[in-house]
Nanobody
Framework: QVQLAESGGGLVQAGGSLTLSCVVNGRASSVYTVGWFRQAPGKEREFVAASRWNGGSTYAAADSVKGRFTISRDNTKNTVFLQMTNLKPEDTAVYYC????????????????WGQGTQVTVSS
């Protein structure tokens, strides 16, 4: 099993920044990809960004976050980060990190384990 725990959410004004963290514990050796998703009220869960766990590529997400959100990782701390800058009210959502043993990083059903989520609220 893999356990994931997000932190770093909060309330921020439009134009501000936040960095989310996701600590990966358990059978991390089985993890191939760690991704960030978000879900706003009344909307479907949306892919944000993903990174290969043991080296390799990171992947940007929707056009709405390109150039503003950056995913990175520190394998020595079993942690994946999502740096969010120039936040907009439409970025308000619960942000989840998840782990996958597969290559298909965009599809939520490809992910096996999920964290509890952290709320990000951007005020206008």
């Amino acid at each position: 099993q893999v356990q994931l725990a997000e932190s770093g959410g909060g309330l921020v004004q439009a134009g501000g920044s936040l960095t989310l963290s996701c600590v990966v514990n358990g059978r991390a050796s089985s993890v191939y990809t760690v991704g960030w998703f978000r879900q706003a009220p009344g909307k479907e869960r949306e892919f944000v960004a993903a990174s290969r766990w043991n080296g390799g590529s990171t992947y940007a997400a929707a056009d709405s976050v390109k150039g503003r959100f950056t995913i990175s990782r520190d394998n020595t701390k079993n942690t994946v980060f999502l740096q969010m800058t120039n936040l907009k009210p439409e970025d308000t959502a619960v942000y989840y990190c998840a782990s996958s043993a597969s290559f298909n990083y965009r599809a939520a059903p490809s992910y096996d384990y999920w964290g509890q989520g952290t709320q990000v609220t951007v005020s206008s």
